[in-house]
């Protein structure tokens, strides 16, 4: 085989890769260096027709990772009792499957103590955080979970940036993880955790301090930290 067709063979097979991503994001990055790889092979042969459709996907792929970049999203929490809350149980028993792969000894536990918390994205639920008050005033992260359309960082850094910051309130507050799934550790090294001690099961420590700015003194009449809502924070 040819070398110039060695390239449209390969460009062909980014394409198809791209159509199997589950963000949408990666979808369009992908999708943009195949159709780019197809278009110059389409003037390479030449076949202006391959060549002006995927110079003309190029630029869709391109637009529309532009808009994503220059959207804003509003990102929230809201917490509840994990044995107490209906659409909690529906939520991890819909993504049992995917769970299963990221954070494999997860085991709900209605009495040790556990709070769940749904991180909001233009009020969508896109991640989950089931975590409990250690005995040594740490938070031990039972499950962190996002859906895989949502994907990108984006809810983790803000929960484990802004919405962190803001609970810590000027006060050292560290999160602790266990983890035994490359891909998970993976993830959390790129949060900023560090990796410790291993436990019987093989699993890996991983912890995060955070330190929020100090309170500001409260003005008669005014809103709490606690109440006032969460910014918007750049895609």
């Known amino acids: 085989m040819k070398a110039l067709e060695l390239f449209g063979t390969a460009a062909s097979v980014v394409v198809a890769v791209s159509l199997m991503m589950r963000n949408l994001k990666w979808l369009r ?5 195949g159709a780019a790889g197809f278009a110059a092979y389409g003037a390479a042969i030449p ?4 060549f002006v459709l995927n110079t003309f996907i190029v630029g869709i792929d391109a637009w529309y990772l532009w ?4 959207t804003r999203d509003t990102f929230g929490t809201i917490e509840g009792d994990p044995a107490a809350w209906p659409y909690l149980d529906e939520f991890i028993a819909f993504h049992r499957r995917d769970i299963a792969r990221y954070a494999p000894s997860y085991a709900p536990d209605p009495n040790g103590g556990w709070r769940a918390e ?3 994205r233009d009020m969508v639920p896109v991640a989950l955080m089931i975590f409990r008050k250690a005995d040594d005033g740490s938070v031990e992260i039972g499950l962190d979970y996002a859906v895989p359309s949502h994907r990108d960082f984006k ?3 803000f929960y484990f940036g802004k919405a962190a910051e803001k609970i810590a309130g000027g006060q050292e507050l560290v999160f602790v993880e266990w983890s035994d799934v490359a891909a998970h550790q993976r993830y959390l090294e790129r949060l900023g955790f560090v990796a410790g001690r291993r ?4 699993r890996t420590e991983y912890r995060k301090t955070v330190k929020g700015p100090s309170p500001a003194p409260k003005a008669p009449g005014t809103a709490s930290l606690a109440s006032a809502p969460d910014k918007t924070v750049k895609n």
Not at 47 to 50: D, N
Not at 67 to 70: D, S, T
Request: glycine letters at 4%; zero cysteines.
């Open 29 to 33: 990055i992908i999708n943009l260096v």
């Open 47 to 50: 076949a202006y027709p391959v």
């Open 67 to 70: 808009r994503m970049k220059a």
């Open 118 to 120: 749904f991180i909001l």
């Open 155 to 157: 809810s983790a850094e």
């Open 199 to 202: 436990d019987a099961m093989g």
